[in-house]
């Protein structure tokens, strides 16, 4: 493959675009590699490197375009934006995909887009980048496609029988948020094709359940076109990594509390994998956006990543992690240690009796450390040197437990006392919260060569 002058630079212009769409994640799915294709996905996640807030750097992420139809405020890309415009044809992302895949470079796909000349446009354009890496290249690895708001659901049907993940962002925690900052987006249009890939998900499951086709369409009868599904029917799930979605902080006026909220009737209500935070960064400079000398609420950020595994994986409600008195989430301490200090009549917990729910709720215990407690304790007594061995933080969570009834150091039951000492263990927190990494991207621009026959480069770049 010859990477052109032109290619090059629309690839420059293009992967730099998609460095503020968080919503990529490992895989989900599992999928070993067929016969006559290439690549393949691990259920633990495709993608072996990941940046310290949580932005995966081993799949190929990149724009199909960076023109667009909408105005939003807090878009780079808005069209009232003096901006390089670029765009890629389906073949040139496909061949970029297949050359990069071959030296290893990445492992996967992740393609987003602007909105060029309609949602139905620019759907049609992504559906045909998969169509071709799935059925002209035989590419069997990761493919992550956004699903446009406002696109016919016939496309997002076809593209969510070829691709692994598919993902439709909120933009913005509330409607009114939307409304003043996006007003050509609705959240009626956003939240279309997040139901309807819940609603095909369930379908492809209760189909492969009963052991018919699972290339069945899915649409109503009146929107069923059968000729136009052929092309995907030998694929056997329907967007089998599940959705996620993306919500801007700080952009809007909405709290914390506003947020975990729409977070938590987003996993019950569309069967979400995964909600993602961004924290907002002002590149457009509009007088409606707030103007902060702080940059990106980076630590609030942070601090609702870990509200949302209370969510996921704590058997934590909304209404435990955060409350309408205090709309904001303490920025001291962790969500879990917070509520532990607000509910001091729950603890210390003794260990070797308390149930899987109990120990969820003390800090510094995570749920593989849960559950090596429960299946050791049915063998002997525990020990506080066997439960740091089994993952256990005791530096925090020696404040909330005791083990065959002793404390492991004197302790008094006092928030005051106990969050004193919690803060005194200076809480790690990832670089791009301390400001060691402010979104830095990896760019497959570090890592291709100057020079290198096979791709025409020469000294400058490119040949």
Known sequence: MDLSADIFEKLEILSDAAKYDVACTSSGSSRQGKKGMM???????????????????????????NEC???????????????????????????????????????????????????????EQMYQVVYLLRNRYQFNGYIHVKAIPGADPLLIEKTGWLV???????????????????????????LTPIRQIQVGRQENELLLRDGRHSGTPLLPDKM???????????????????????????ASEESDYEIVHVAEALYQNFDLKRVFYSAFVNTTGDPMLPMTKE???????????????????????????????????????????????????FF??????????????????????????????????????????????????????????????PIRMNERFILTNLLGLRERLPASVTG????????????????ETEFGFTKKGVG
């Not at 259920?43 to 081993?58: E, K, L, P, Q, V």
């Not at 052929?230 to 801007?248: D, L, R």
């Open 164 to 190: 692994d993940r598919m993902s439709a962002n909120l933009e913005l925690p509330t409607a009114e948020g939307l409304k003043k900052l996006a007003p050509q987006k609705s959240r009626k249009k956003i």
């Open 295 to 345: 940059g990106p609420p980076l630590l609030r950020e942070h601090r609702l990543y870990q509200a949302d595994f209370l969510l996921r994986f704590y058997q934590f409600k909304a209404d435990e992690i955060i409350t309408a008195d205090n709309p904001f989430l303490n920025v001291q301490v962790d969500p879990k240690c917070n509520w532990a200090l607000n509910h001091l009549e």
């Open 348 to 409: 210390p917990v003794e260990v070797q009796k308390a149930n899987y729910h109990t120990l969820l709720r003390i800090p510094g215990v995570g749920v593989k450390s849960a559950r090596r407690i429960i299946a050791a304790r049915r063998l002997g007594k525990l020990d506080y040197a066997s439960l740091k061995k089994f993952g256990v933080v005791l530096k925090r969570a020696m404040y909330f437990i005791t083990c065959n009834g002793k404390t492991m150091v």
């Open 69 to 123: 139809v909408y105005d939003c405020k807090y878009c780079q890309n808005r069209c009232s934006n003096d901006i390089p415009r670029a765009t890629f044809t389906p073949e040139e992302i496909a061949e970029l995909t297949i050359a990069f895949y071959r030296r290893n470079y990445i492992e996967g796909l992740f393609l987003s887009s602007g909105i060029r000349k309609n949602p139905d446009y620019t759907m």
């Open 224 to 250: 069923r076109r059968d000729f136009a599904l052929q092309e995907v029917k030998s694929h056997e799930k329907f967007v089998p990594a599940g959705q996620s979605t993306q919500m801007i902080v700080g």
């Open 436 to 451: 060691e990494d402010r979104y830095e991207q990896m760019s497959l621009l570090d890592i291709i060569p100057q020079k």
């Open 39 to 65: 690549g393949n996905t691990v259920s633990g996640g495709i993608c072996h490197c990941f940046a310290a807030d949580g932005r995966c750097i081993s799949l190929l992420k990149i724009l199909q375009t």
